[in-house]
């Protein structure tokens, strides 16, 4: 079974334009989640999609980052007008969470191999 | 300010020795933690999870321990291979909060066992 990709792998652009990451999570997994890492940093939350539910979006940085995703499976990550303390690694990542949980469901989360976003 | 905060960026041990890799939290709503597993330029890796309501869970050369009280945990390799030599993160979420289930990560610890 395929693990979670994401896309590009690099992304080069130029300060003020826009981008847009992809990630394709693994099939089945309802949770879908956008972290990244600056140089230096630990990943750092950005967005999170489960299900139905509206995302929580308390780690986006500025209202130039956004998030989607379509049909409970593939999201897309937009920076608009991009800073160069933007440049970083985008991770995302998937996770199959259970509707009851409790302390014996032990999950995680399974990442992908990031994309890598330099801003000029 | 940083709620996972993993002190010590570099450590190095000598192959077939122990690894001890520690990390303090200071948000007592934490209650699942993880530990990942990060090679360059590839994503984090699961390795080991623990839930509050235990002190310890093992999973064959990898050990996690839980101290709530003292709010830290440590990740044991015992014994430790070549083949270990990553940057490990410590991850923690309050699963309980009513909130997302996001990731709180630490900086990294840059592991490095020597043959």
């Known amino acids: 079974g395929a693990g979670v990709s994401q896309s590009p792998s690099n992304k080069v652009t130029e300060k003020g334009k826009d981008v847009e990451l992809r990630c394709d999570p693994i099939?089945?997994?309802?949770?879908l989640y956008w972290y990244r890492q600056s140089l230096g940093q630990g990943l750092e939350f950005l967005i999170y999609?489960?299900?139905?539910?509206?995302?929580?979006k308390s780690g986006l940085p500025s209202d130039r980052f956004s998030a989607e995703r379509t049909g409970g499976s593939v999201s897309t990550l937009t920076i608009q007008r991009t800073q160069q303390e933007d440049s970083a690694v985008y991770l995302c990542?998937?996770?199959?969470?259970?509707?009851?949980?409790?302390?014996?469901?032990?999950?995680?989360?399974?990442f992908g191999p990031g994309t890598r976003l330099t801003v000029t | 300010d940083q709620q996972v905060k993993q002190n010590s960026p570099s450590l190095s041990v000598q192959e077939g020795r122990i690894s001890i890799l520690n990390c303090d939290y200071t948000?007592?709503?934490?209650?699942?933690f993880l530990w990942y597993k990060k090679y360059p330029a590839e994503g984090p890796t699961f390795l080991i999870s623990?839930?509050?309501?235990?002190d310890k869970n093992e999973d064959g050369r990898f050990t996690v321990f839980l101290n709530k009280s003292a709010k830290h945990l440590s990740l044991h390799i015992v014994p430790s291979q070549p083949g270990d030599s990553a940057v490990y993160f410590c991850?923690?979420?309050?699963?309980?909060?009513?909130?997302?289930?996001?990731?709180?990560f630490g900086k990294g610890t840059k592991l490095t066992v020597n043959p």
């Open positions: 990542a998937s996770s199959s969470l259970l509707g009851q949980k409790t302390p014996k469901d032990d999950y995680e989360q399974y």
């Open positions: 999609f489960q299900g139905n539910s509206a995302p929580d």
């Open positions: 623990i839930s509050s309501i235990k």
């Open positions: 099939s089945g997994h309802t949770a």
């Open positions: 948000n007592s709503m934490f209650d699942y």
């Open positions: 991850a923690a979420s309050a699963r309980w909060e009513g909130g997302s289930e996001k990731l709180v």
